[in-house]
């Protein structure tokens, strides 16, 4: 097998990650044909050859003999992906695991479920949500579009960026929490980033959990579209009742695939996907892996994103730690640099760093950014 | 990205309007994998959005017809009955006679329930059932809704473009669907909306923007199916187009039926101005198909025994009919691939299933 050859589609990564895999020239080679250093896989991911290759591979089977391969492949393809990912993730059992497109799409499921609590009278007005004030613009559009608009109540604590350490995140959430207790109010679910976007940060998640359990939430609810391939995450470890992890940004699948784990304890018969097919009443796992019709070949790649990071030294492990190592070096060189700081300690980056830019550029607001 | 996908999704606006006869600012293209029963969902979801609130009041009704497409079934049991709703079936006679059997029932259904005082909310019909497969008459069903008073008529045109007409002026619903990767030649999968009011279930940073604009996003995923343009220029290669291409599908599929149930010695299922592209013909009753499951069976054993891919539809006889009724029918379809071999090959493998005193009950 030529390694050399498994370009990743139209980006070649940093020489270091591959460790020998590339020559200098074929890595200057890639950068010139396309032009532009680019230095935001965190927005869209990035998938080598031998993965997009499978993928295509997929595609041509399900589009050559589409009934044939609904009622042969489908499905046994999307239940390896599955166990897959629960081996992935430390997860229990594979029906605790959902294939869904994006983390768009696990927010919608969680929070549709809480909206039909509240429809039929589990849930009381003014029952909160609570999630960092940080948390991702188009999560917050779904609290908006499911949870606000019925007059249910939303908790967002502060976040202080430049960020000097995780107590100061841990303090605001708890003193949030005791205010809201103190008022009597019950809080459903704790929504939270596990590396957040914009500014990219990594929150204590196992502690803020733990938080939310002393406190009385309901459910947690950790989002971590940045998740698998740039963090740890160990399902036992972090001990919340949902997480979401896209694996097109940071392990290797083409756009998109992701999964929501729903741990066991939860009620699962509340749990539907917003599409209704078919499968509607089998379970969350079941009814997610057909929708209608379409394409579900990246669904289907899991297994060979795995295969591909076991060829690295370390699996997915030390590519982690290197894509950290590497990216705390290149934000420390480009503080230095121009004369500015890092947005927040190390130790809570993970393959992304914030580096404040020089003040004399005059960015004076979102649009100017 | 966003920007440039929004004039990707204009230029698909354009290319489709001469097709569908529609307002721009009514028309929305989801740059999205696009999913038959995504018309359901998004508009059920809009309704339970709303209607938990303002809309729908414990009682009120949907109404569709009893050969509704299964999954369109549950999405309104999941977000309408679920809510309180009341769910009218029209009953659905097949094989079918004429367009004025549908609308009498659907009718008759409508003046039932407005003499009971219950207000019919949506009317969800769809343009070309699944199986069985037949076409309806929408324009007068959906005359029928507004002199009964429904307050909103979605069609669901699973099959629609390049199936049938598709045309939003003549049809005059509030809310049309349908797929474009059935009959329009686009990969799977494609699907356009016209809306007037909706919201998706996929909440992005264009919430609020009305459905056109939100659903261009819906997260990170594949939009490549954007090939809308490219499907127009395919179809125009052809001698009148994609109208060309349904006329020949619709004559050669009917022949083909016709063909089939003289070699079989049964029936078809309707009409053939009752057919789009797709005709349901009926299968000999030898074979003995008692149940959905015998229907399956016989599917997977043509697909594998004869390399024939067609479904089959279990039509459960009434209490009245003789024992030698017609319990299954295949629902044939004609595209610009196929060949006249395709439909011999069928005719023989039933033909032989016969010969050998094949039955379901036996054999598989």
Not at chain 2, 20 to 36: R, V
């Amino acid at each position: 097998m030529n390694h050399s050859k498994d370009l990743f589609l139209g980006v070649r990564p940093h020489l270091s990650l591959l460790y020998g895999y590339l020559t200098e020239e074929e890595r200057k080679e890639a950068q010139e044909k396309v032009g532009v250093a680019r230095i935001n896989n965190g927005s869209f991911g990035c998938s080598p050859a031998s993965v997009t290759s499978a993928l295509q591979q997929w595609q041509l089977k399900w589009l050559r003999q589409p009934d044939r391969f609904y009622f042969n492949e489908s499905h046994k393809g999307i239940l390896k992906s599955r166990n897959t990912v629960k081996d992935l993730i430390n997860a229990e059992d594979v029906d605790e695991i959902s294939t869904v497109d994006n983390a768009t799409t696990a927010v919608a499921i969680v929070l549709h479920q809480m909206q039909w609590a509240f429809s039929e009278g589990r849930f009381k007005k003014g029952d909160a949500v609570i999630t960092l004030q940080c948390t991702y613009g188009a999560v917050k559009n779904s609290i908006k579009a499911y949870f606000e608009r019925a007059g249910r109540y939303v908790i967002e604590v502060p976040f202080q960026f430049p960020v000097n350490s995780s107590e100061e995140i841990i303090n605001e959430f708890l003193m949030a929490l005791v205010k809201e207790k103190g008022s009597g109010r019950r809080v459903r679910l704790a929504l939270i980033d596990h590396v957040t976007s914009m500014p990219s940060v990594v929150p204590p998640v196992k502690k803020l959990v733990e938080v939310c359990r002393e406190e009385g939430v309901d459910q947690v609810f950790i989002d971590g579209a940045h998740g698998v391939g740039c963090v740890d995450v160990d399902m036992q470890e972090i001990g919340a009742d949902f997480y979401t992890s896209n694996l097109h940004k940071w392990f290797f699948c083409p756009a998109s695939v992701a999964f929501l784990y729903c741990r066991k304890s939860v009620a699962h018969s509340e749990l539907h996907h917003p599409m209704v097919s078919h499968d509607y009443g089998k379970g969350l796992a079941i009814e997610s892996c057909w929708i209608g019709t379409r394409d579900y070949s990246p669904s289907l790649v899991v297994p060979s994103a795995v295969e591909f990071t076991n060829r690295f030294e370390g699996g997915i492990d030390g590519i982690k730690r290197r894509n950290h190592d590497a990216v705390v070096e290149m934000g420390k060189m480009l503080a230095k640099a121009w004369g500015t700081n890092l947005g927040s300690p190390p130790d809570m980056c993970t393959s992304m760093i914030m580096v404040g830019m020089p003040a004399c550029l005059g960015v004076s607001s979102d649009d100017d950014a | 990205m966003s920007v440039a996908l929004g004039v990707t999704s204009s230029s698909e606006r354009e290319s489709k309007l001469e097709c569908f006869s529609a307002s721009p600012e009514n028309f929305s293209t989801p740059a999205t994998a696009a999913i038959e029963t995504d018309g359901g969902s998004f508009i059920l979801t809009s309704f339970e959005d709303l209607g938990l609130w303002i809309w729908i009041m414990k009682g009120d009704a949907v109404i569709t017809l009893q050969s509704a497409y299964g999954a369109v079934k549950n999405s309104i049991k999941a977000y309408f009955e679920r809510a309180g709703g009341y769910v009218i079936e029209v009953p659905f006679q097949f094989p079918v006679n004429s367009s004025e059997e549908i609308v009498n029932e659907f009718q008759m259904a409508l003046v039932k329930e407005k003499a009971s005082d219950r207000r019919v909310r949506l009317a969800l019909i769809h343009h070309v059932t699944s199986m069985p497969s037949v076409l309806l008459p929408v324009k007068k069903l959906v005359e029928v809704c507004r002199e009964e008073g429904v307050d909103q008529v979605f069609i669901d045109g699973a099959h629609g473009v390049g199936c049938v007409d598709v045309d939003m002026q003549e049809i005059g619903e509030d809310f049309y669907t349908s797929n474009l990767h059935k009959w329009f030649v686009c990969p799977a999968s494609e699907v356009n909306h016209t809306f007037r009011t909706a919201s998706s279930y996929g909440v992005s940073h264009d919430y609020g923007k009305g459905l056109a604009i939100e659903s261009c996003w819906i997260g990170t995923r594949d939009y490549s199916p954007l090939v809308i343009p490219s499907a127009v220029e395919f179809t125009n290669r052809f001698e009148g187009g994609i109208d060309g291409i349904k006329r020949r599908n619709h004559d050669a599929v009917v022949e083909k039926g016709k063909m089939l149930a003289k070699a079989w010695g049964t029936n078809l299922g309707s009409p053939p101005d009752m057919c789009a592209s797709m005709i349901m013909v009926g299968m000999p009753a030898c074979l003995g198909v008692s149940s959905d499951d015998d229907a399956l069976k016989l599917r997977i054993h043509l697909r594998e025994k004869f390399g024939v891919e067609v479904p089959i539809y279990y039509r459960m006889p009434k209490h009245e009919e003789v024992a030698k009724t017609t319990t299954a029918y295949a629902r044939v379809s004609h595209q610009v691939y196929n060949k006249v071999d395709d439909y011999y090959k069928f005719r023989d493998a039933i033909n032989q299933l016969v010969c050998d005193g094949f039955t379901c009950a036996r054999s598989l």
